[in-house]
T-cell receptor, first 114, second 114 residues
Framework: GAVVSQHPSWVICKSGTSVKIECRSLDFQATTMFWYRQFPKQSLMLMATSNEGSKATYEQGVEKDKFLINHASLTLSTLTVTSAHPEDSSFYIC??????????FGDGTRLSIL | KQEVTQIPAALSVPEGENLVLNCSFTDSAIYNLQWFRQDPGKGLTSLLLIQSSQREQTSGRLNASLDKSSGRSTLYIAASQPGDSATYLCAVRPVGSGTYKYIFGTGTRLKVLA
């Protein structure tokens, strides 16, 4: 079946650095990708929706300059957390869908900012 | 604003029991509802998707029902096994969410004891 791969699965970095997370659709063309954030024991909160070749649409309250999303190809979207701080520590999950495809979710990236 | 609630938040049962997980949503204008499974530190696996015109879906030991007018869905798990231990999330796709975004509930953490 369709697979969405996220990389890295876990990253630890110092406060102030920028971190890039990749989301790839391995066997289908992802016309739309979604980025979610999940705090411990809480549900997934949609951060932004990105369509290939166009700017991402951010949900209310999500800083677009803080969370940079690029969807440059039909198989790859990246989320860059700029100048990360401890409060950005969270579990980030992407999902992707293509034409006539349901959403498929990646395995998530655990981000820890020291 | 669509809100999704899941009850109970946590559940612990002995192996072999049949169990019911509940999901309620505040706005009945939805395209569909999905039930997902999330293992600790992992992404989401789709279990069942019910379109708004459907009443239920079945897959193996899982049965999901949908009563759109009352804003409720249930996930029935028959003959539970320790391998069923996970967090179960329900999510609705609201009408008007042209980008296929989903609103997630807070989940039910299930533990099946051997």
């Amino acid at each position: 079946g369709a697979v969405v791969s996220q990389h890295p699965s876990w990253v630890i970095c110092k406060s102030g650095t920028s971190v890039k997370i990749e989301c790839r659709s391995l066997d289908f063309q992802a016309t739309t990708m979604f980025w979610y954030r999940q705090f411990p024991k809480q549900s997934l909160m949609l951060m932004a929706t990105s369509n290939e070749g166009s700017k991402a649409t951010y949900e209310q309250g999500v800083e677009k300059d803080k969370f940079l999303i690029n969807h440059a190809s039909l198989t790859l979207s990246t989320l860059t957390v700029t100048s990360a701080h401890p409060e950005d520590s969270s579990f980030y999950i992407c999902s992707a869908r293509g034409n006539d495809q349901p959403q498929h979710f990646g395995d998530g990236t655990r981000l820890s900012i020291l | 604003k669509q809100e999704v609630t899941q009850i109970p938040a946590a559940l612990s049962v002995p192996e072999g029991e049949n169990l019911v997980l509940n999901c309620s949503f505040t706005d009945s204008a939805i395209y569909n509802l999905q039930w997902f499974r999330q293992d600790p530190g992992k992404g989401l696996t789709s279990l069942l998707l019910i379109q708004s015109s459907q009443r239920e879906q079945t897959s193996g030991r899982l049965n999901a029902s949908l009563d759109k007018s009352s804003g409720r869905s249930t996930l029935y798990i028959a003959a539970s096994q320790p391998g069923d231990s996970a967090t179960y999330l329900c999510a609705v796709r609201p009408v008007g969410s042209g980008t296929y975004k989903y609103i997630f509930g807070t989940g039910t953490r299930l533990k099946v004891l051997a």
